[in-house]
């Protein structure tokens, strides 16, 4: 056989102009990773005190939705009858109030009003019976004021028609009197719940309730008011000092504007996954920090796999679950200081340990750097849970005891559950919103080993429920393409004879089927 050197020269004429991927096809670089969403934590329930822990399984049990529907919820109901009636005290001059902002991310179809009606309704009760208990207090200062009102009226007609050497001591007695009435009031009638409230209306209800108030719905709505529904511009100045405890003035129609210290606005709220992605654009929703104050959750949705005879919420959990939280909610009602929880020595020990974790992990680099401004609120927060939880841990005489180390480590672990849901929530926020479809995309052609489809016969092999319309498949295969598991063949010359164009065929990176 002739070597190619003793070949005639003739033979190896145009090769050298030939480009090697016209025989072999282009060649591919190395993909960029495109990887699934960790699992996240199940919200630990044995943290909660027995009582309230039994709820919480009780009512995801009878309503078979996730434990965290009903968990973050029973802490926000917490809050909501100790929120600006108790801080935490956790060292030095640092001191936590107890009010929480919660938002749990679950679809339509989760039965989130089943859920928010048996965590709710006993608070709805405990209202209930302070209005009664107002009344009396109520109807006196009604009549109080009445009856000063006549008596100013009346010295004012007597000083108009005194004799000129009696007008000015008579006039300067009708004014007193005036002056007496004007600043008489009404207690409000109670309220502890307040839904789809303006910031204004917050605001005015923080001022007639003593300071604080709680937001707790089904839906997202609020997360609309604070975007600027009403206004047509964001609004959220209300909850940012509703949170951090910041002194409020409050301008309410008729009177002198009303200053309130340390207000404690309490949010619960279960919304759609996608009003998370949406509230990164909010207008100064991050750079204020609004974000960073609530704790997020997104369990798993169960719709597809319940329980269709599950066990029923138990009476006597619902009833103990009633007293105990209507006790708390009553015994702490009338507290204008709040009662300042204190910490042993060895839950300041567990803390400490806390913030050290967290201190360490928020340097560039570090594990919390995406979610800094949340992170840098996660050591409050947890002192924040410790109280909720050594509240309902002694709902009957809590403020005259310390907060204990277990019950520390308990709201570390919640602490922990939080930062897990964040940082997915916050990666949700920023990363681009096919990473999930086109994830599944990829799976399902390294199962299938396809090296070269075309996007119709991808459709067809793929479940309707995540892709219903072929159209949904564009966003996915753009960024496979981008990030170079898949590239698009150029599409063949059009005949002229009109019809349909040919579906387009793509080529898969050779990875795709050697990892199957």
Excluded at 20 to 40: F, K, N, Y
Excluded at 432 to 454: I, K
């Amino acid at each position: 056989m002739s070597t190619p050197e003793e070949m005639s020269p003739d033979l190896w004429e145009g090769f050298d102009q030939l480009d090697p991927e016209q025989i072999t096809g282009p060649a591919w670089d190395e993909p960029v990773p495109i990887t699934a969403r960790p699992a996240l934590p199940t919200f630990p329930v044995g943290t909660l005190p027995a009582w309230l822990g039994d709820m919480v399984r009780g009512v995801a049990e009878e309503t078979q939705t996730p434990v965290d529907l009903a968990g973050c919820l029973a802490l926000a109901v917490i809050a909501t009858a100790a929120g600006g009636r108790a801080k935490v005290c956790v060292r030095g001059h640092w001191r936590e109030p107890v009010n929480l902002y919660t938002a749990i991310a679950l679809d339509p179809g989760n039965r989130k009003s089943a859920v928010f009606d048996l965590m709710v309704r006993p608070l709805l009760d405990v209202e209930k019976t302070l209005i009664e208990l107002s009344g009396p207090v109520r109807a006196e200062a009604e009549t109080t004021i009445r009856l000063a009102k006549s008596a100013a009226d009346k010295a004012a007609q007597k000083a108009a028609t005194a004799e000129p050497v009696a007008r000015d001591a008579l006039t300067a007695e009708a004014v007193a009197l005036a002056q007496t009435v004007e600043e008489m009031t009404v207690p409000a009638v109670p309220q502890l719940i307040a839904d789809d409230a303006t910031p204004e209306t917050i605001g005015t209800l923080l001022a007639q309730q003593d300071g604080r108030i709680s937001c707790l719905s089904a839906e997202g709505e609020l997360f609309d008011i604070i975007a600027g529904r009403y206004s047509g511009r964001p609004n959220m100045g209300m909850f940012l000092k509703g949170h951090a405890g910041d002194m409020v003035r409050v301008n309410r129609q008729g009177r002198e504007s009303e200053h309130i210290d340390s207000p404690a606005v309490t949010i619960g709220l279960a919304i759609q996954p996608e009003v998370l992605d949406s509230l990164a654009r909010i207008d100064g929703a991050d750079g204020r920090g609004l974000l960073a104050r609530f704790l997020y959750s997104k369990p798993l949705s169960l719709v597809g796999s319940r329980n269709l005879s599950p066990a029923l919420l138990s009476e006597d959990t619902a009833d103990l679950y009633a007293r105990n939280l209507g006790g708390l909610t009553l015994a702490l009602a009338d507290w204008t200081d709040p009662a300042i929880l204190t910490l042993t020595p060895e839950a300041d020990a567990v803390i400490l340990a806390f913030q050290k974790v967290t201190e360490s992990r928020l340097g560039k680099g570090g594990s919390f750097a995406p979610i800094v401004k949340w992170a840098s609120k996660r050591d409050g927060a947890v002192a924040r849970i410790a109280g909720l939880l050594h509240l309902a841990t002694h709902p009957e005489d809590g403020w005259h005891r310390p907060i204990e180390a277990a019950t520390m480590a308990a709201a570390t672990e919640l602490g922990d559950y939080f930062t897990a849901h964040a940082l997915d929530v916050f990666d949700a926020m920023t990363a681009a919103p096919a990473r999930d479809t086109a994830y599944a995309v990829l799976a399902h052609l390294r199962s299938s080993r396809m090296d070269g489809f075309s996007k119709r016969e991808l459709f067809r092999t793929l479940p309707r429920a995540d892709f219903p319309a072929i159209g949904d498949l564009d966003p996915a295969l753009a960024l496979l393409e981008e990030h170079g598991w898949i590239r698009q063949q150029p599409q063949p010359p059009r005949t002229g004879r009109g019809g349909r164009p040919p579906s387009p065929r793509y080529d898969t990176h050779p990875r795709v089927t050697r990892s199957a």
